[in-house]
């Protein structure tokens, strides 16, 4: 399952959105880092680790015959567990133009036959070689928004422009919704759902001690998981996938029946 994350004008931080979501997220999952500006989880949260793969090698691998075979190669751990996985974004912006985004999407909405979900960072809507592709096929589309009259203004526009280009595989609206960052500054979630004609599938808090942990690596602590943050992002996780979920299951054409061999000579059901 798909879902894609982006931004309007004045990013509220969707990288560090998605990295607590899917640090919290309930089946096993992969942070995609797909914004064509490049990729920041290794610098920050990574603490400046280097690793091979990543994005723009898997995009090379796919000129060799497709990305999905080659897609474990490149995802690095987020957890102790492994259940959540990174797949490290560009540290060359200028790469963003070579990559098959299409080609690329359809490995990621069918990671291990939707066993894995898969949170793309889109980054900011309208860049330069946004990667429209995604968020054509994912389940849902969050637009990440600030509370500020500022913000809810630029999300409205970006809602309608994902809106006129089709979204989700149905090119329906239904995929679209939001996720407010810093909810009562000034505006609530309400208020914000309402300007912007879309559900609010949750919201994350202004809590920046525990941001900078994500952002920039800074020391977790003992009680990290317990702080406004993390807490946050494990409810609003909970809401996101049941949505998609929802939403996949609504556009996907039901199975047929498998046809026994025994009533009709040789058939065979997959």
């Known amino acids: 399952m798909l ?7 004045g990013a509220p931080g969707v990288t560090t959105s998605a990295l607590a979501l899917g640090l919290s997220w309930p089946r096993p999952v992969v942070v ?21 793969g990543g994005l723009a090698e898997l995009a090379l691998a796919a000129r060799r015959g497709g990305p999905a075979g080659h897609l474990d190669e490149h995802l690095l751990r987020l957890d102790t ?7 490290p974004g560009l540290g060359d912006p200028a790469v963003a133009r070579h990559i098959d985004w299409e080609r690329l999407a359809a490995a990621l909405a069918s990671v291990e036959d939707g066993a894995v979900d898969v949170l793309a960072d889109c980054g900011r809507l309208r860049a330069e070689h946004f990667p429209a592709a995604v968020t054509q096929r994912a389940a849902a589309v969050v637009v990440v928004t600030g509370s500020t009259l500022r913000a809810a203004r630029a999300a409205a526009l970006a809602v309608a422009e994902l809106r006129r280009e089709g979204t989700g595989p149905a090119q329906g609206t239904a995929a679209v919704t939001a996720l407010v960052v810093a ?11 309402q300007a912007l004609g879309v559900p609010i599938v949750g919201a994350l808090p202004r809590d920046a001690k525990a941001a900078a942990v994500l952002s920039d690596g800074a020391p977790a602590g003992r009680l990290f998981g317990q702080s406004a943050l993390p807490r946050a992002a494990r409810s609003t996780a909970a809401r996101l996938a049941d949505h998609a979920a929802a939403q996949q299951a609504r556009l996907t054409p039901p199975t047929t029946p498998a046809v026994s061999a025994t009533t009709v000579g040789g058939g065979r059901g997959r």
Do not use: M, N, W
């Open 3 to 9: 879902i894609a994350l982006c931004s309007a004008k």
């Open 32 to 52: 995609a880092e797909l914004d064509p500006a490049g990729g920041d989880v290794l610098a920050g949260y990574g603490r400046a680790e280097t690793a091979g």
């Open 81 to 87: 567990s492994g259940r959540a996985r990174l797949l």
């Open 183 to 193: 909810p009562g500054e000034p505006y609530g979630e309400k208020e914000i759902g």
